[in-house]
């Protein structure tokens, strides 16, 4: 089993920064994607920025160039750096991971239900 706990959420102005953590705990997987996704009111889960066990990482077009992602293996942690932040960034913030059994990716990154585990998600509030 693995553990994901998402941190660094809170209330930021528009235009401003934050910086979400998310640390895995339990068994390792070696071969892995790590995604964040979030969730706003209303809407359906997004995908925003996958990292592959390579160092590789993929983005989803709304946060290219606003949200970097990063890994710490050591630390067994991977950031989503947001800034540039909108009021339409607000939503609650999901890490999940999944084993891709040596290869890159393993297929869609971009698919909530491919993961083999999830995190309880933190919320982010960008206020105007």
């Known amino acids: 089993q693995v553990q994901l706990v998402e941190l660094g959420g809170g209330l930021v102005q528009a235009g401003g920064s934050l910086r979400l953590s998310c640390v895995a705990s339990g068994r390792t997987i070696s071969y892995y994607v790590m995604a964040w996704f979030r969730q706003a009111p209303g809407k359906e889960r997004e995908f925003l920025a996958a990292?592959?066990?390579?160092?590789?990482?993929k983005y989803a077009d709304p946060v290219k160039g606003r949200f970097t992602i990063s890994g710490d293996n050591a630390k067994k942690t991977v950031y989503l750096q947001m800034n540039m932040l909108k009021p339409e960034d607000t939503a609650v913030y999901y890490c999940?991971?999944?084993?891709?059994?040596?290869?890159?990716?393993?297929?869609?990154?971009?698919?909530?239900?491919?993961?083999?585990?999830r995190g309880q998600g933190t919320q982010v509030t960008v206020s105007s």
């Open positions: 999940a991971i999944r084993n891709t059994y040596g290869d890159v990716w393993f297929g869609s990154v971009a698919e909530w239900m491919r993961y083999d585990y």
């Open positions: 990292i592959s066990w390579t160092n590789a990482s």
